[in-house]
C-alpha cells in the first residue's frame, strides 16, 4: 500500500468576498433575464412562422 504525506488542508479564507459573491448574483440576474427575452422572442417567432405557414398550406389545398 502507497502512503503519501500529502494531507488535503482546509482553506481558512473564502476564495471571493461579498462584493465579488453579490456581483455574481448580479450577473445571475441579468442572464436569467437575458435568456428569457430569448425565449420569448423565439417563442413568437415560432408561432408567426407557424401561423403563416397553416396559412400559405390553406390557400395552397384550398385554392385561393
Known sequence: MLETSD???AIADEPFNRDDIKGFSA???EA???ICKMLSAF???TVLVMAL???ITYR???GG
Open 7 to 9: 494531507t488535503p488542508t
Open 27 to 29: 450577473d445571475d440576474v
Open 32 to 34: 436569467g433575464q437575458a
Open 43 to 45: 417563442f413568437g417567432y
Open 53 to 55: 405557414s397553416t396559412y
Open 60 to 62: 395552397w389545398v384550398f
